[in-house]
């Protein structure tokens, strides 16, 4: 998997019929969630904005005001309300599938990125489909992610 890779990954809380996107901050999930779900004809969800509607605030503010534990919670509630959903494109925070801490970037130099983003593979390679997208664009993914839906019959696109 390379840096710009996006994973499709399932939860055994989650119904199966959703799309989960999961992969590194900045890989272009929620991008290629709202085209995907677009050529589902699906409704798209992001956690994290989600999560910034019944705070109010952005994520970094969050995490700034009320701290790392707090954010925590929301999205613990947020992945709990989501296990009601049925049929969504979902896009997830980048340290969602890994239940760890999910620093911010700022102010972290490009090895503690690479770093963070190494401790996070592991989690990212649970996904059932994995997409390398490196060097392509958003419609190139989700035609990719279309394809290997097919191939693993997870939906009728």
């Known amino acids: 998997m390379t840096a710009g890779a996006r994973a499709i990954w399932y939860d055994a809380g989650m119904r199966r019929d959703n799309v989960i ?20 004809g699906r409704c798209f969800v992001e956690t994290d904005e989600m999560i910034a509607a019944v705070e109010g605030r952005s994520i970094p503010e969050i995490f700034r005001d009320a701290g790392e534990t707090r954010f925590r919670q929301l999205e613990a509630d947020t992945l709990e309300s989501l296990k009601l959903k049925s049929g969504d494109v979902i896009a997830t925070g980048g340290g969602t599938p890994c239940r760890e801490g999910r620093p911010m970037l700022d102010g972290r130099t490009l090895a503690e990125i690479e770093e963070l983003y190494r401790s996070r593979q592991p989690y990212y ?10 060097g392509i664009g958003a419609d190139q993914v989700v035609a990719r992610i279309l394809s290997a839906l097919r191939e693993a019959h997870a939906v009728r696109a």
Do not use: E
């Open 21 to 40: 996107l999961v992969g590194f901050m900045g890989a272009g999930k929620s991008v290629c969630g709202r085209l995907l779900a677009r050529r589902l």
């Open 125 to 134: 390679r649970r996904a059932h489909i994995t997409i390398d997208t490196t």
